[in-house]
């Protein structure tokens, strides 16, 4: 299986920060990867498909970048909206895996 | 529009069966694959299982594959997953979602998901 590294596991922002979340896969995954935002009791929601594709409505200040094995999340000018967790998400092969999770809270 | 209801969820024995519905409704359901994914206590989520469209493939997570069955009526616009031999690891939030299990675009929709508790 492919395992999905996400760092830092908690991070503090205020504002009007910009952040970028890691996501490292254990093998090359090509751009086969997804970003989710999740809050409390609620369902994941997708952000970005194909590592760099933003899914239709998502504010643009959320940008995803990265191949291979290595990839980025950045939220330019954090609002208040934003504080919540992040999963990345790889489907280059079955079974499709998460990484454990990026807690964005407020500074 | 699209929705995913989940159902069947609750507190189970070590051991007991469970057997969890999604109601599917605002799509053709028999046009997708269709999928379980599951996420335990304050953990990130796990795909555990994906059926085709007409029932002729499926494929599941190792850690329930022997034990869980997932399976869908078109006619019903429903899924299934019929979970046996429950562990304590088992206990999560299941989610139903369109798909295989993972997202690209559009098309990506997921229910709000029922609770299964395995404890004595």
């Known amino acids: 299986d492919i395992q999905m590294t996400q760092s830092p596991s908690t991070l503090s922002a205020s504002v009007g920060d910009r952040v970028t979340i890691t996501c490292r896969a254990s093998q090359t995954i090509s751009t086969w990867l997804a970003w989710y935002q999740q809050k409390p009791g609620e369902a994941p929601k997708l952000l970005i498909y194909t590592a760099s594709s933003l899914k239709t409505g998502v504010p643009s200040r959320f940008s995803g970048g990265g191949s291979g094995t290595e990839f980025t999340l950045t939220i330019n000018s954090l609002q208040p909206d934003d504080f919540a967790t992040y999963y990345c998400q790889q489907y280059q092969s079955s079974p499709w895996t998460f990484g454990q999770g990026t807690k964005v809270d407020i500074k | 529009q699209v929705q995913l209801v989940e159902s069947g969820g609750g507190l189970v024995r070590p051991g007991g069966s469970l057997r969890l519905s999604c109601a599917a409704s605002g799509f053709t359901f028999s046009d997708y694959y269709m999928s379980w994914i599951r996420q335990a206590p304050g953990k990130g989520p796990e795909w555990v299982s994906y059926?085709?469209?007409?029932?002729?493939?499926?494929n599941y997570a190792d850690s329930v594959k022997g034990r869980f069955t997932i399976s869908r009526d078109n006619a019903k616009k429903s899924l299934y997953l019929q979970m046996n031999s429950l562990r304590a690891e088992d206990t999560a939030v299941y989610y139903c979602?369109?798909?295989?299990?993972?997202?690209?675009?559009?098309?990506?929709?997921w229910g709000q998901g029922t609770l299964v508790i395995v404890s004595s």
């Open positions: 059926i085709n469209r007409h029932s002729t493939d499926t």
């Open positions: 979602a369109r798909g295989e299990g993972y997202c690209t675009g559009d098309s990506c929709h």
